[in-house]
């Protein structure tokens, strides 16, 4: 089982309307979660980061955890052509050993169509 | 602030050499990460320096290594290079606070080409 799964897409949406990227995870002793952003050629770009049970909300972008289930999720609402790219979730799974390190997904490709 | 900057951007080698890639973090950032995304695979953890101390390593050969500098900027060395080292290197840093939150923040990436 990979440590950090994700479907590879591509998500297509419509402007406007909302986008949903899930994530499971295997280490149920990660503390971190990431989400990234990265567009074709180019490095990945910080989007939200969250540690606790429940939602994060930042502009348009809401994260959602819930480690009981080792689910993550990342809402795009209002989504725009600009955000077709792939997302990453990445995971810390290092608890307690103060060993950092990111495992990533293979990322989910989304396509907003005008 | 000044991101992570990267050098070189881009670099063609042959199978069997060695190559050196540079990585300056962002000020005030004291770890460095190194990761290698292959074309259709994704980002592996190579490896992360912290103080000057390699203090973790992912599942790579030894020919992969590297070294932080009392600046904090870091190079990433492979040696004997093979075919399927052809990929994207990406250097990320952060602060260091002790626990399990330091958010990582990438630079542009070194593509390298192994002919």
């Known amino acids: 089982q990979k440590e950090v799964e994700q479907n590879s897409g591509p998500l297509s949406v419509p402007e406007g309307a909302i986008a949903s990227l899930n994530c499971t995870y295997s280490?149920?002793?990660?503390?971190?979660f990431f989400w990234y952003r990265q567009y074709s050629g180019k490095s990945p770009e910080l989007i939200m980061s969250i540690y606790s049970n429940g939602d994060k909300e930042d502009g348009r972008f809401t994260a959602q955890l819930n480690k009981a289930s080792q689910y993550v999720s990342l809402l795009i609402r209002d989504s725009q052509p600009s955000d077709s790219a792939t997302y990453l979730c990445a995971v810390n799974p290092d608890l307690n050993t103060g060993f950092q390190k990111l495992v990533f997904g293979t990322g989910t490709r989304l396509l907003v169509s005008p | 602030e000044a991101g992570v900057t990267q050098s070189p951007t881009h670099l063609i080698k042959t199978r069997g050499q060695q190559v050196t890639l540079r990585c300056s973090p962002i000020?005030?950032?004291?770890?460095v990460y190194w990761y290698q995304q292959a074309l259709g695979l994704g980002l592996q953890f190579l490896l992360w320096?912290?103080?000057?101390?390699?203090?973790n390593r992912g599942n790579f050969p030894p020919r992969f290594s590297g070294r932080q500098f009392p600046n904090y900027s870091s190079e990433l060395n492979v040696n004997a290079l093979e075919l399927e080292d052809s990929a994207l290197y990406l250097c990320?840093?952060?602060?260091?606070?002790?626990?399990?939150?330091?958010?990582?923040?990438f630079g542009p990436g070194t593509r390298l080409t192994v002919l």
């Open positions: 990320a840093s952060s602060r260091r606070s002790g626990g399990n939150t330091d958010t990582q923040y």
């Open positions: 000020s005030g950032h004291t770890s």
């Open positions: 280490d149920r002793g990660s503390q971190s």
């Open positions: 320096y912290d103080e000057g101390e390699e203090r």
